[in-house]
């Protein structure tokens, strides 16, 4: 990838994104389930971009959303609807009633209170919702706790005794139709004897519930697969399709799995030019054009993205903080980073940058977030302009007296 001409063309701070290796991930992790009826529901949250999201309806994929907002992008670029889940804790009722309306494969529950308002709408449209509930197993991911959602102290999804009086209230309603069950108990996932368990637990529900006549339609085992950024070691999408496909043993049952960072993170870079170099006392900074606003991962979780210089300056290195403008003492992108001195304009890019980067990130100092491009065959192309300082005071400068 040529970054200096993409840095040139289009400016930095700048996220690039490989299209071409976001599809070699789809089809991976596709063909690792193949001999079962199966959906990628992309995870919309890792990286929401219009063409992103169309990229993957083109290769066949779903979308599992965590709010309207998110429905509404996942059908724009162009997911057919009956492949499109909307998951969450807190829905609201426009939400559900715009969901119900738009006739998306089903909408995850995630506690009775919200199964009974999925209930009451339903009713008031004269519709029948799909649902399914998503089962907290109460089993350790192993992985940050920020990023955890599977165990009971979680606010996430409900304990298999509420989740079976829920189905039971679903099929004994007739407004709801209970399709699916779901389970997802955290992101950036590498081991897989969690995930295992996590999945004979829900796995020996589904059978429990067919011995009750409730026959669920879809196995959903959430996202969650990690990605390297530092040397991690990952899990085979192959031994993790095994794994599941274990457990579901004499289930008639189409499996749906909601890759997010999986299917984009090292497909993205973040490119930042260096302003300045500077030297505090002891500390040595690189002061970047990037910053927190643009990827907050580093600030949030103390995640680790890996930052190479693209730059003719060559010889001895040291470490150095990379950091943005931002008045923030936690705005960095990296701590102590070997890197030779550099100059102004030089080029960094930052890695694994294609999942929860653009998408977490913010105007905080009335910063502009950083234009987005694609590329595909060698062909690069913009896919989101850069923010103006008019687009950030569009929705308050009528207001001025
Ligand atoms: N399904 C559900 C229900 C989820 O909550 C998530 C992510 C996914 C699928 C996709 O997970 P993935 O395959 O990407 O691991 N901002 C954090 C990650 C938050 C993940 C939230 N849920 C980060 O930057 O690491």
Redesign the pocket.
């Known amino acids: 990838m040529d970054f200096k001409a993409l840095a040139t063309e289009y400016k930095t701070p700048l996220y690039v994104y490989d299209l071409d290796y976001m599809s070699q991930q789809y089809e991976k992790l596709k063909l690792a389930f193949k001999g079962r009826k199966s959906i990628l529901a992309y995870?919309v949250?890792?990286n929401s971009n219009l063409s992103v999201i169309q990229h993957f309806a083109q290769l066949g994929s779903g979308a599992?959303c965590?709010s309207i907002g998110e429905v509404r992008r996942a059908l724009l670029g162009g997911i057919a609807p009956y492949k499109i889940l909307f998951?969450g804790v807190g829905k609201s009722d426009d939400e559900i009633r715009e969901a119900i309306e738009a006739d998306i494969l089903y909408i995850?529950v995630e506690s009775e209170a919200e199964l009974n308002r999925v209930e009451f709408i339903a009713r008031e449209l004269r519709k029948i919702s799909r649902i399914s509930v998503?089962v907290n197993p109460n089993i350790d991911p192993k992985t940050?706790p920020?990023?955890s959602?599977g165990l009971h102290d979680n606010k996430?999804g409900v304990d298999i005794n509420s989740a079976k009086r829920m189905y039971i209230k679903a099929k004994n309603s007739d407004a709801l139709d209970p399709v699916g069950i779901?389970f997802?108990i955290?992101?950036?996932?590498t081991e897989l004897k969690p995930i295992y368990e996590a999945s004979e637990i829900v796995a020996d529900m589904v059978r429990s519930l067919e011995a009750i006549d409730i026959k669920l339609k879809f196995f959903d085992i959430?996202?969650?697969?990690?990605v390297e950024y530092d040397g991690e070691t990952t899990i085979e999408p192959y031994d993790y399709a095994q794994a599941i496909l274990a457990t579901l043993k004499g289930l008639d049952i189409t499996v749906i799995c909601?890759?997010?960072?999986?299917l984009t993170a090292n497909a993205g870079y973040f490119l930042t030019k260096v302003l300045y170099e500077k030297q505090n006392a002891e500390k040595r900074f690189t002061i970047v054009d990037g910053a927190m606003n643009d990827l907050l991962?580093p600030s949030?979780?103390n995640?680790y993205h890996k930052i190479e210089p693209i730059t003719e300056v060559t010889g001895e290195t040291s470490k150095a903080d990379v950091v943005g403008p931002v008045c923030e003492s936690g705005d960095f992108l990296a701590k102590d980073c070997e890197l030779p001195v550099l100059e102004h304009n030089d080029l960094l890019v930052v890695h694994s940058a294609g999942?929860?980067g653009f998408g977490?990130g913010s105007n905080y100092n009335t910063r502009g977030r950083s234009a987005e491009v694609a590329v595909s065959n060698g062909k690069s192309r913009l896919i989101r302009k850069r923010e103006r300082f008019e687009d950030l005071i569009a929705l308050e400068k009528e207001f001025l007296i």
Do not use: C, W
């Open positions: 995870a949250k890792a599992d965590v998951s995850n998503r940050h920020y990023i959602t996430f779901h997802h955290g992101s950036q996932l959430g996202g969650g697969l990690g909601e890759p997010g960072r999986f991962r949030l979780y995640a999942a929860y977490m």
